[in-house]
Structure formats: C-alpha cells, structure tokens
C-alpha cells in the first residue's frame, strides 16, 4: 500500500509541468495586428500589446517585424518583444491598401491556420498604411478595444454589413460568393479612427470600393435582418425624412436558366426617425414609400450592374442559384456573371414614425 | 458455453450506453471532411444511409448470438471448429486493440494541434492507459459505469452546436439527392471509422442481464449516434461553405471556434478537454473486449492478457509520430470496420443460420 501511496506521488511530480506553461502576466497579448506592404515587397507586421498598470487607463505600444513570409513575420517581433508574444487575444486584423491589392491568400491562410486564432477575429483594410492607425489616440480603451467596439456597433446596429474571420474565409474558398471588408480611415484631425466604406474583393484582392451612402443597399443586399438608415428625399416636395431600418430581408428566385435570370425579393420594415416637413399624414407616408422603394430598386440594381462589370459575386448570387438549381456549374460561375439578369423588387413598410405626428 | 455470473451482469437499459460509447469517439471531430469530399452538400444523406446500415449489422449480431450459448468466440468454435475459429477471434481482438489505439492517438494528436504542442505523447498515453488498466481491472460493470457517465456528463456539449447558427447558411443544404449512387455509396463508406465500434456487441453480449430486452435499447443507442451524427453534419455543412468544409481538418473544432460566451472566450480548449471523458470509454470497452475475446479464446488470465496488450499499445502509439502515420492508422481501422460491417457480419449471420437449421434438422 504504501508502495502504491509513494509511486502516485512520485509520477504526479514527474509528470506536473510537462507541457509549456503561459503565465497570463509573463506572456505579451497581441491584440491587434496590421500588416502592410513595404517598398522592397516584404511584409511588415505591427502588433498592438496592450499594458496594464493600477488605476491608469490601458496603455498600448507597438512591436514591428519585417519578412518576406507573413509566418516569419511573427518570429521577427518576439525578437523584440521582453515577454513571449501570444496571438491567443487577437481581435483586430488590419490590411494595409497596397497589400490588400496585391492579395491577402498568404496571411489569411497564416491566420486560420493558427489553432489558437478565434473564428470571431474582426479583419479591415485601411486607407494608407494600416501601421498608421494603430497609433492613434484611443481615450481610455486602446486600439483593439476600440476598433472592434467600431465595427461591431456599426455592423448590429448600423448599415455595415457583416463580417469577421469565419465569413470572410467562407467567401474567400466559397465559389460562389467573394468577400468583402471594411474599410478603417484615420481622423488627421484628432487621431480616431472612422469607419470609409467597404472594398470588395475578388477570389484574392481588392478590386473596387463602395462609399458609405451605399452600405445600406449593400447590406439589404447581402444580410437578413439587417439595420440601418437611409435619408429619403419626397419628390416634388423640399422635405425629407430619415428611415431607420428594422429588419430586411432578400429572397432570390430563379426565373430561367437559359439565359440566366434572377429575380429578387426585398422585404424592409422601418420607422420614420426623422422628418423636415409639417406633419407625417398617411399620403406622405405613402410617398415616402414609394420614394425609397423606387430608390432601393434603382441603387440595388446599380450595384449588382457593377459587380457584373467587375466580375465579382459579394452576395453570394452564386450560392443561390448552386441551390436552386440541379444542373448549375458552379466552376464556371465567374465567367457567366455577366450573363446574368436581375429583376429587383421592393416591398417596404412603415410601421411607426415616432413620438410626435 | 460461456455462462456469466449474475453479480458479474449489467442491466439491460446500459446497452443504450455501451452501444452509443463505442460509436462515439474522435471520428465525429472530423468525419465531415472525408463525408463530404464526394458528395458535398448530400453528406448528411450518406450520415443517416450509414445510420441504418448500422442498425441492420445490430439485428444481425443479435440473430448470431441468440441460441449460441455464448460470444462471438462461441459461435467460432461451433461453426469453424477450434483452430479456424480461435484463429479468427484473436484476429477480431487484434481490431478491437487497433480500435483503442486509433482513438486514443488521434485524440493525443488533437490535443498536440489544438492545445499542447510539446505535449509528450509516451507521456500522456502512459498516464491514460495507466487509467484504462485499472478501470478493466475493476470488471466489466465497473467499465459499464465509466460509460454511463462518460455519456451522461459530456452531454452539454451538444447545445454548443447552436452557437454557429448565427452565421449558417441553410440553402446550403440544398439541393438534396443531387449526386449518383456511386457517389452515394463512396461517401457513405468513409463514414465507416466514424460508425464502427458496435461490434463490441460480439462480445459483452454474456454480460447482458436480459438479452432479449436489451435489444431495444442497443437500437436505441444507434439512432442517438445517427441522430448526433446527422445534426452536426447538417450544422458544418450550413455554417461552412462546400470549398471551405474541404480545408478542415477537424471541422467540429473549428466550429467551436465561434463559441464565445461572457465566461468563456474560447470554447474548444473545454471541449478538447471533455473530450477526453468521451474517449476513456470508448478505450476501456475496446481493450475490454479485446481481452475478453483471448481470454474466452484460450482461456487465460485476463488480467495478463491486459498487460502485455497495453504494453504492445504503449509501443504502438509512442512510435507513430506524424499525421501520415496517424492517418494510415484511421484508415486502416475505417477500412477493417467497414469489411468487419459488411462482409464479417453478413457472412457470420448466413453461415451461422445455416449451421443452426442443420444441426435442429439433423436432432
């Protein structure tokens, strides 16, 4: 017995402290990393640290590395790093606008490749060097804390369409459907960072952008249930109102197969935010839905006129027609695009317009 | 003749638990690449094609066993006579070894990928069938224990399923029935290392209280697994794209990589972790049955049997180090089950129904 009682207690001290041991206060939590393209065709990596210290707001310093692979990169920074660096906390990709022209395959693949990478992780493309931004001033909540509060906010409860790591790598390997991110702008004024408009993207780089007034029919567009809000303009009148969107959603049908016809339902329930005129009676309301149905109808169309043009699919039309159709060739998707016609269809309702008539 | 000691038997309501035990073990952490590799968006058909093909195997062991008076060992020596049938039954110990040990490595290599890349392999298997030794060695009703919590307490796992709905696509999952036969029948064979493990029936079939109502309960541990099965297939083909599903490897884990919960930021380091209250069933109850089948074969000290089986396992996982070595282990074990379901059984039930009409003519 005592031989059994001594053993257990041999192998247990053997055995304790056998895998590598990271030690929250002995390791450096990246939170936030940018990569840029430098002139000489390397990639540079900058990684966010966050510090803490008693009562003090946090406090964030930058790490560089310089490499021709984005996976050495990360080896170059623990160069110059006091504590190991980990990657476990990662919240903020950012892609600087050269590199994410040229093709962001490579780095995308290092960080899904990483186990300890959540799928979750929120990716941007910046205007200028995205090395730039992580510099800003923050207030109290630091760089990462407050870019991805940024885009979360704005995709839940604004026109920002939805995106993180996990959605990006199922349009990036999905053949029918190219991604799509966000586009991060520093304030020159007073060091914030701003939320520019989206790039779109085909199979591997950035090939066009959509400015900020286009998000919301971008959104309806791509996600179900989305937010946002949109100023309408009543013809034949000086006035205007603000519609704050509740909830959307997109239906597609397959008309014919040859030629290749779509036609798409969009379904958006709001309420009036705001109003210049006198008094909302039932015939202005009526106008302003029909003002914004024909708006939407003309702006959706304008879009999917321009990715046809581009050859690019960011919402997922491919996807659609691969399920609604038996005999559909998903391979020569990208090369059809073009083919394609759209019939769009919008049905908007109002239910509220406030407080006050 | 194999007669069990009644204090030494397991109630008949447990099989659901032995049943389901066995099936369920670390195929289920990546099968929907291998499913779906052929048939795409069909793979969750192929999940309840294979589902069923597994019940049919179960009513067939238990036509085998039914007046046999024993285990599948009995069965051996009536129909092959001594030698043939010994033969054959250290060859079905043999694939229960090769079971445990391919579970058990995969699972070391999960947590190497996911959590601990210096973990040391002889280590952690030394400590784990350290475990298994002395939990067969308590008997089989100790083992059916551990299987019943290694059922019940891992279950809450199931609900972290609905986290990836948020970002699902169930269009996905359309059109159904797009892919010919052959596509069918390739992909539901490769569901095979994810089924197997039934068979186990074979052997602790002695041990059951009351066969006959037992039945219903083997069959409903089957559906439970087909049932599991099928959801998380559905939900990885929904939550993945066709393209993106093809560059997982274990696409369960990345699924768990969504979950965040205000208490817990990362899921899949708990979930890798309970996993192994998952697997340490399934490994005792293969080593189980391995030794059970010697022993009932050559009537020797099963305790011995035990030893130099898991010392020979010991070997055997320390001296597979990489993936190709890990995955030529999965195949094999997947291709020996599928032949083991459809060829074994098959042949074991026509021969054995044959053998039995003979002999009831010939009194």
């Known amino acids: 017995m005592r031989i059994k009682l001594l053993l257990t207690i041999v192998v247990i001290f053997l055995l304790s402290g056998c895998v590598e041991k990271e030690v929250i206060d002995d390791v450096n939590l990246i939170v936030a990393v940018a990569y840029d393209l430098t002139e000489n065709g390397n990639i540079r990596g900058t990684a966010d640290v966050n510090t803490y210290m008693k009562d003090q707001p946090v406090r964030d310093y930058q790490i560089i590395g310089e490499s021709k692979l984005s996976r050495d990169v990360m080896s170059e920074m623990q160069k110059k790093s006091q504590d190991p660096l980990v990657i476990g906390k990662l919240q903020v990709a950012l892609f600087g606008e050269k590199l994410a022209r040229k093709g962001l395959s490579e780095i995308v693949d290092t960080l899904q490749r990483d186990a300890s990478i959540g799928e979750r992780l929120l990716l941007a493309v910046t205007r200028d060097e995205a090395m730039t931004l992580l510099e800003g001033d923050f207030a109290t909540v630091g760089a990462a804390r407050y870019m991805s509060n940024l885009i979360l906010h704005n995709i839940e409860s604004r026109d920002l369409p939805r995106t993180n790591l996990h959605l990006f790598l199922y349009q990036h390997y999905s053949q029918g459907q190219d991604p799509f991110l966000p586009i991060l702008k520093k304030n020159v004024q007073n060091g914030n960072v701003e939320i520019d408009g989206i790039v779109l993207m085909d199979d591997e780089k950035v090939v066009t952008e959509l400015p900020n007034e286009k998000l919301l029919f971008f959104k309806v567009l791509t996600d179900q249930y989305s937010k946002g809000s949109h100023t309408v303009d009543i013809p034949d009148s000086e006035d205007s109102a603000v519609v704050k969107s509740l909830s959307s959603s997109r239906k597609l049908k397959v008309i014919s197969e040859q030629p290749l016809k779509v036609k798409i339902d969009i379904k958006l329930k709001g309420y009036i935010n705001e109003y210049t005129g006198e008094k909302i009676t039932p015939k202005i309301k009526g106008e302003i839905i029909q003002a914004f149905e024909k708006e939407m109808e003309k702006e959706t169309l304008a879009l999917i006129e321009k990715f046809k043009e581009l050859k690019i699919d960011p919402i997922g039309i491919g996807d659609d027609l691969r399920s609604q159709i038996r005999t559909f060739k998903i391979e020569e998707w990208r090369e059809r695009i073009p083919e394609l016609q759209v019939d769009v269809h919008a049905d908007i309702t109002i239910s509220e317009s406030g407080v006050v008539d | ?363």
Not at chain 2, 260 to 266: A, G, K, L, Y
């Open chain 2, 1 to 363: 003749m194999i007669k069990i000691a009644e204090r030494f038997q397991v109630s008949h309501f447990l099989v659901f638990y032995l049943i389901h035990s066995l099936q369920f073990g670390v195929g289920v952490l990546g099968f929907q690449r291998i499913v779906s590799e052929k048939v795409g968006r069909d793979a969750w058909i192929s999940v309840i094609i294979a589902g069923i093909m597994v019940h049919i195997s179960l009513w067939m062991i238990y036509k085998i066993l039914k007046n046999s008076g024993g285990n599948v060992t009995t069965v051996h020596r009536q129909i092959l006579g001594k030698w043939i049938g010994g033969g054959l039954s250290a060859c079905l110990a043999l694939y229960f070894c090769l079971l445990a040990i391919t579970v058990l490595r995969t699972y070391i290599e999960i947590v190497q990928v996911w959590m601990f890349p210096d973990l040391d392999v002889w280590v952690f298997t030394s400590v784990f069938l350290f475990l298994v030794f002395y939990i067969i060695s308590g008997g089989f009703r100790v083992v059916t224990g551990i299987t019943f919590f290694g059922v019940i307490l891992p279950i809450y796992v199931l609900f972290t399923f609905l986290f990836p709905l948020e970002f699902s696509e169930l269009n996905n999952l359309a059109p159904p029935l797009n892919h010919s036969l052959k596509e069918m029948a390739q992909s539901t064979k490769s569901m095979s290392l994810t089924i197997i493990g039934f068979e186990g029936l074979l052997v602790f079939y002695p041990f059951i209280k009351n066969p006959d109502k037992s039945k219903k309960w083997a069959h409903l541990g089957v559906a439970f697994s087909t049932v599991i099965y099928t959801l998380i297939m559905m939900v990885s083909l929904a939550y993945f794209s066709e393209e993106q599903l093809q560059k997982n490897v274990w696409a369960t884990l990345t699924i768990w990589k969504i979950v965040e919960m205000p208490f817990v930021e990362r899921f899949e380091y708990i979930g890798i972790a309970n996993w192994c209250l998952i697997i340490l069933p399934n490994v005792c109850l293969s080593f189980w049955c391995a030794t059970r089948c010697l022993k009932d074969t050559f009537k020797v000290n099963q305790k011995i049997i035990l030893v130099i089986i898991l010392l020979g396992s010991f070997m055997v996982i320390s001296l597979t180090q990489t993936r190709e070595h890990i995955n030529m282990l999965n195949d094999l074990v997947g291709q020996t089950g599928f032949y083991i379901m459809f060829g074994y059984i098959p042949c074991l039930f026509i021969i054995n129904s044959i053998f039995r009409k003979v002999k009831g003519r010939k009194r």
